[in-house]
């Protein structure tokens, strides 16, 4: 290629990002004994989600017992739902003792990634160069993109205005007035520290979610020296949680008639909490249980009523020099904003900087109806790209790092299958992604996801969900426990004309 930059490294395989998703598959390669790989990541220090949230109040809504690897578990979380800087030493902790901080290139941003069809081949281009690899994996991860609102006058603001998902290593000064904008769950956890930083805060809440009450607690020295003595009985205590977790999917999806004694549970910590019924009435959803994520705190509607707090629920439409105007026409002035709005999760900028056989975009392939993968993980015309945690393996329910566990078999089932066949590359069928996208949206139908009355990130703007898997997740682990050559098909070498 004239004028191509030159290559800075090829690898059998390049992983697109350094948090749980990459490190563990890595992990798996390497266990494979395939150690010709490099994971690209944009920060400056692994750990993607649990390196970027650093917000005050940032814990992980999955019992520590289950958010972690099962080939790497901690004995030493101290509570029972961990805090983020927890969950990122533990990240650092496990790359350091596997031994994947060599293959990690830290500062390097992904700025385009093309298949090469007549060599067989992924070209990576990034901030520090071109890389070549028979295999690309995407593992940037779904909430690694924040969602800011595109309001008028965002650019004017001449406060301090952060990001929930981009928090600064810095401190932010939370000690003046305040606008913490949303009501999901980086607000539900942010609300409540921020309430005893500032001398006002604003919280504008678009709609209410039903918040559960939190069983999060310290995890006792008896338990973390019994998990280190016998550690079996920490795998007993992670299976009794899957299992916990598994049961939400009879509400969620199977037995809706089941939602109203959940919903039960959040009005009664809702009527607890609140006594005033006018407060009470705005925080209460009109929507199922479920069909936003569950949230789960005992200080959030605590915060929201003490006397240096003002709950807004009009529409913000502009941005001011100095604050936030709403639809009713008043200007709320604050000296910081906190924008805990979300993430890009159905039109993450990645999916346009992906080209496959054709030049297309994964955006562009997937046009106007959102993401769809084949079992969440690979895409027809772009062969040998893998997706982790792709569409519809996200769950309303349980860990994403199940999810992920399940993928990685699948992976490095592909790779073997190449290897054993001599194939250079494999490509699923676009009649097979069909057959199973439907499959799936006829199941996500009538499931909370889709018909429980909200609007959530886990639907595009079509109204299509590319976003969650609506089953139980050990059906989802059945079907990727084998690498199923005949949904692909098969490319051979470069220059063997097939």
């Given amino acids: 290629m004239t004028g191509a930059p030159p290559v800075v490294a090829r690898h059998r395989v390049v992983i697109i990002g350094a948090g749980f998703a990459g490190l563990g598959l890595a992990h798996r390669l390497r266990d494979a004994?395939?150690?010709d790989l490099v994971l690209l990541e944009r920060g400056d220090d692994i750990g993607g989600t649990w390196r970027d949230n650093r917000y005050p109040g940032c814990q992980c809504d999955v019992p520590s017992v289950f958010y972690s690897f099962s080939f790497a578990p901690n004995p030493d979380w101290s509570r029972t739902y961990s805090p983020q800087p927890e969950i990122q030493a533990?990240?650092?902790?496990?790359?350091?003792?596997?031994?994947?901080?060599?293959?990690?290139?830290?500062?390097?941003?992904?700025?385009?990634?093309?298949?090469?069809?007549?060599?067989?081949?992924?070209?990576?281009?990034?901030?520090?160069?071109?890389?070549?690899?028979?295999?690309?994996?995407?593992?940037?991860?779904?909430?690694?993109?924040?969602?800011?609102?595109?309001?008028?006058?965002?650019?004017?603001?001449?406060?301090?205005?952060?990001?929930?998902?981009?928090?600064?290593?810095?401190?932010?000064?939370?000690?003046?007035?305040v606008a913490v904008v949303g009501t999901g769950a980086s607000s539900v956890q942010i609300v409540p520290h921020a309430q005893r930083a500032a001398a006002h805060l604003t919280v504008f809440q678009r709609t209410p979610a039903w918040v559960f009450p939190h069983p999060d607690r310290s995890v006792k020295s008896w338990e973390r020296r019994l998990y280190r003595l016998l550690p079996f009985t920490q795998k007993l205590v992670r299976a009794r949680v899957y299992a916990t977790h598994e049961l939400l999917m009879l509400p969620l999806a199977k037995r809706p008639r089941m939602r109203r004694p959940v919903q039960k549970v959040a009005e009664d910590h809702l009527r607890a909490q609140v006594a005033d019924p006018e407060l009470r009435a705005?925080?209460?959803?009109?929507?199922?249980?479920?069909?936003?994520?569950?949230?789960?705190?005992?200080?959030?509607?605590?915060?929201?009523?003490?006397?240096?707090?003002?709950?807004?629920?009009?529409?913000?439409?502009?941005?001011?020099?100095?604050?936030?105007v709403t639809a009713d026409g008043v200007k709320h002035e604050v000296d910081t904003i906190v924008w805990a709005t979300g993430f890009r999760v159905t039109d993450h900028p990645m999916a346009r900087r992906v080209r496959g056989r054709d030049g297309r975009t994964l955006a562009e392939a997937w046009g106007d109806q959102g993401p769809r993968a084949y079992l969440g993980t690979t895409v027809a015309g772009f062969p040998n790209l893998f997706l982790l945690s792709g569409p519809n393996t996200a769950i309303g329910h349980t860990?994403?790092?199940?999810?992920?566990?399940?993928?990685?078999?699948?992976?490095?089932?592909?790779?073997a299958h190449l290897e054993a066949s001599g194939a250079a590359a494999v490509d699923v069928r676009p009649e097979v992604l069909d057959a199973y996208d439907a499959e799936l949206q006829e199941q996500l139908a009538p499931t909370v996801w889709n018909a429980g009355g909200c609007s959530s990130w886990y639907l595009h703007e079509s109204g299509r969900n590319p976003t969650i898997w609506p089953d139980f997740t050990w059906r989802f682990r059945r079907r990727t426990r084998r690498f199923d050559p005949d949904a692909y098909e098969t490319l051979g070498p470069a220059g063997s004309g097939r």
């Fill in 33 to 35: 004994g395939i150690d």
């Fill in 282 to 324: 705005a925080l209460t959803p009109t929507f199922d249980p479920g069909c936003k994520r569950f949230l789960r705190s005992n200080e959030f509607y605590p915060a929201l009523q003490a006397d240096n707090v003002d709950l807004v629920t009009d529409r913000i439409v502009e941005v001011a020099p100095n604050g936030l």
């Fill in 90 to 177: 533990y990240l650092r902790r496990f790359a350091d003792e596997d031994g994947l901080r060599p293959s990690v290139r830290l500062g390097t941003t992904v700025e385009a990634a093309a298949w090469d069809e007549e060599r067989r081949t992924w070209v990576i281009d990034t901030s520090a160069g071109r890389y070549e690899a028979e295999v690309l994996v995407a593992a940037h991860g779904g909430l690694s993109e924040p969602r800011i609102p595109d309001l008028p006058g965002i650019d004017t603001f001449e406060g301090t205005a952060v990001h929930s998902g981009w928090w600064p290593e810095e401190d932010v000064d939370l000690s003046g007035r």
């Fill in 399 to 415: 860990s994403l790092l199940y999810m992920l566990e399940s993928q990685y078999p699948y992976v490095l089932g592909a790779l």
